[in-house]
């Protein structure tokens, strides 16, 4: 049983920064695997925000980059998303992945927790 639980979560000013975390357990990390960040806003499409691979390989959504940077600590199987220079237009729930695939502006990720939110004014 996959469990993914994500903190972090607030709501801050402007040009301010958040960490958010994410624990994973009862997934299989001996192989090839992806993990990440999605977020979706009320109204708006789920999107792809970043994800890291087993080979410390990060992607990032074109909205966040240069922004926001995600790292793991493999041995505690937890991923986080530090978000710098915050925009209103980051508002949104902030959901943590694993199993993800991303190419081509596609994102899609197979285990999800249940989000974290993030409110930026």
């Known amino acids: 049983h996959v469990q993914l639980v994500e903190s972090g979560g607030d709501s801050v000013q402007a040009g301010g920064s958040l960490r958010l975390s994410c624990a994973v357990s009862?997934?299989?990390?001996?192989?090839?695997?992806?993990v990440g960040w999605f977020r979706q806003a009320p109204g708006k499409e789920r999107e792809g925000v970043a994800s890291i691979d087993s080979g410390d390989y990060t992607v990032y959504s074109e909205s966040v980059k240069g922004r926001f940077t995600i790292t793991q600590d493999k041995a505690k199987h937890t991923h986080y998303l530090q978000m710098d220079n915050l925009t209103p237009d980051d508002t949104s729930m902030y959901i943590c992945?694993?199993?993800?695939?991303?190419?081509?502006?596609?994102?899609?990720?197979?285990?999800w927790g249940q989000g974290t939110q993030v409110t930026v004014s």
């Open positions: 992945v694993a199993g993800c695939f991303n190419e081509g502006g596609y994102w899609w990720a197979q285990e």
């Open positions: 009862g997934y299989n990390f001996d192989d090839y695997y992806c």
